[in-house]
């Protein structure tokens, strides 16, 4: 790939590449999730899908000024769905957040 398309399409692989890599992050914590720790790990876990959702975003930027071909619309609309499900990842890790692990039973 050449020219401004196949630059975009290079720096979207990169930024999917750091959106797997903070979404594994983000596994890492609920699989070892704490009450002494909980407030960090929320923090840790909303910044992480944070940079997931900027990441995707950012993918997107590149191909702004082309518009046009079944290829470009068919990366988009993947993109784009990632993107919606990395934003519901962070709705629930909000909502997480905000009631606590009090509302879990002891394992």
């Known amino acids: 790939m050449k020219g401004k398309f196949g630059v975009a399409l290079s720096d979207c692989i ?9 979404l594994h992050k ?4 609920l699989r070892k999730l704490s ?15 944070s940079a997931a959702l900027t990441d995707g975003n ?9 518009r046009k ?10 993109v784009l769905r990632a993107t919606r499900f990395t934003s519901n990842a962070l709705a629930l890790a909000n909502k997480l957040a905000a009631t606590g692990l009090e509302s879990f039973p002891d394992p």
């Open 14 to 22: 990169e930024c999917f590449d750091n959106a797997i890599d903070e």
């Open 35 to 49: 009450r002494t720790t909980f407030v960090t790990q929320m923090g840790d876990l909303n910044t992480w899908l």
């Open 26 to 29: 983000s596994l890492g914590v």
């Open 69 to 78: 071909g079944n290829q470009l619309k068919s990366l988009k609309n993947r």
């Open 58 to 66: 950012t993918c997107l930027d590149g191909f702004e000024e082309d």
